[in-house]
Each structure stands twice: as structure tokens, then as C-alpha cells.
């Protein structure tokens, strides 16, 4: 079952002592994210500000470090709207890079969603389909492209508690059932527990890092990308951890 790390997400600086931003900090916590138990990293690019960009000399160089770091690791990148906007100067950034990464998450709900998909599938990356409800889902579902998307991203929304997170992954689940080649089930906040602890229960891909949670499963800071890959990693082998008591 593989076990992704997403080290950073939209996340700035000020949100955890332990974020990585610059490559060289990238790099180092993708090795020891590794040395944990990731099979996988999901990395945000950033700019001199922190805040994500697709711009191709800073995936480049994350994308390049983390190789360096961890031969043979696959690494993935963000697409997120919010990094640029405007969605034709989006697929025009993603077709600028000069150093591809094994695959790229493409949010499904976000206008301009296909074109970068079609860009990412023509220069050889794989497309992560993320789907982060009902209406992305039917979108996806209705794609020329769904076929072509190695995987699916069910990413369920903060707010939720294990039963909500239980019932929101079945509806979403249900609507993606045979018609993905993989389905990586993860949370975010409130449920990113329970949705590892749901995904282990279905033997489905999942995800954990400071992207998604900065607690451990007894509601405890983590210390950093690493703890959570391990607390995660005693789940998935057969040591599950509760929610806060």
C-alpha cells in the first residue's frame, strides 16, 4: 500500500518550525520522510515569499534536489490554481519546465483543470486526478482524459469527524469504484486521520505530512514530516493509533 508524504502544501513559514520551503530543505525531509517509510513525496514549489509557484527554474530545482537527495523516489508537484490563476498561463507554465517530475496533482474542480492536464500527459508526467467532491468527481468521470490519469486523489475537506469522514469517503469512493487505476484516499485537518485510518481499512493508497495535518493521532503537535510518515506507518502495519481521547 503506498504511503505518500506531502511535505509542505500551501502552507508559509510561520505555520510549523519544521516546514520545509527551500529545495535544500525539500530535499533533506524527502530523505528522511523515506528513511521513515514514504514510498512517494508531493512536493509545493516555492518563491523568495514562500508562497507556491509553477515556475519552472523552482520546480527545476526541487524537483532535481529531491533526486538528488533520495535516488529513485518518485516525486510529484502541485498545479494548484492558486499558485497562477489564470488557466491558460498555467498549462503555459507547466509546459515550460525543463525538469519533469514523475507525476502532478491536477484539482479536477478548477477551471482550466483539463488543458494542464492534456500538457502534463503530453510531456510525459502522470496525472493525479484530484477530486475534492461530488461535482469533481462528475467532471472527472465525464473527461476524455479519465482514462489517461494514473491516479485519483479523494481528498476529503477539514470539518469532518471519523463518522463524517467515514460517509463522505463512501459517497465519494462509491462514484470512482472501477474506474481508476489507483485511488489515494486522504483528509485534511479534522479528517486526515480518519480518512488514513478509512483508506487502510479499504487497502487504499493514502497521504500524510505537514500539508494536510500538524497533529499526530492523539492530537499532539508533530515534530516534523517524519513523525507523521511514522505514526502513519504503525497504522498501516497493523498498529493502529485512536483519535484524541
Do not use: Y
Request: hydrophobic share 45%.
Amino acid at each position: 500500500m503506498l504511503l505518500k508524504a506531502c511535505l509542505n502544501g500551501p502552507r508559509q513559514r510561520g505555520a510549523h518550525a519544521a516546514l520545509p520551503l527551500t529545495p535544500a530543505e525539500i530535499a533533506a525531509d524527502a530523505a528522511r520522510v523515506a528513511d521513515a517509510g514514504a514510498g512517494a513525496v508531493h512536493v509545493h514549489p516555492k518563491d523568495d515569499d514562500g508562497a507556491d509557484t509553477l515556475d519552472a527554474e523552482r520546480v527545476a530545482d526541487v524537483v532535481a534536489a529531491v533526486r538528488d537527495a533520495v535516488p529513485g523516489l518518485p516525486v510529484g508537484v502541485t498545479t494548484g490554481a492558486w499558485a497562477l490563476p489564470d488557466p491558460d498561463e498555467r498549462a503555459a507554465a507547466v509546459r515550460s519546465w525543463t525538469v519533469l517530475p514523475d507525476f502532478a496533482s491536477v484539482n479536477w474542480h478548477e477551471t482550466g483543470s483539463e488543458a494542464v492536464a492534456a500538457v502534463l500527459l503530453e510531456r510525459g508526467v502522470g496525472v493525479e486526478a484530484g477530486l475534492w467532491h461530488v461535482d469533481a468527481v462528475d467532471a472527472w468521470l465525464a473527461s476524455p482524459l479519465r482514462n489517461r490519469c494514473f491516479r485519483v486523489l479523494v481528498e476529503l475537506p477539514d470539518g469532518l469527524d471519523e463518522a463524517g469522514t467515514g460517509a463522505e469517503a463512501a459517497l465519494l469512493l462509491d462514484r470512482v469504484a472501477g474506474q481508476a487505476a489507483e485511488v489515494l484516499l486522504h483528509g485534511e485537518g479534522s479528517s486526515c486521520w480518519p480518512a488514513l485510518r478509512h483508506a487502510v481499512r479499504r487497502g487504499l493508497a493514502t497521504r500524510i505530512g505537514l500539508e494536510d495535518v500538524l497533529v499526530l493521532p492523539d492530537g499532539t503537535p508533530a515534530p516534523d514530516n517524519a513523525a507523521l510518515v511514522r505514526a502513519a506507518t504503525r497504522v498501516l502495519r497493523g498498529h493502529p493509533v485512536g483519535p484524541p481521547g
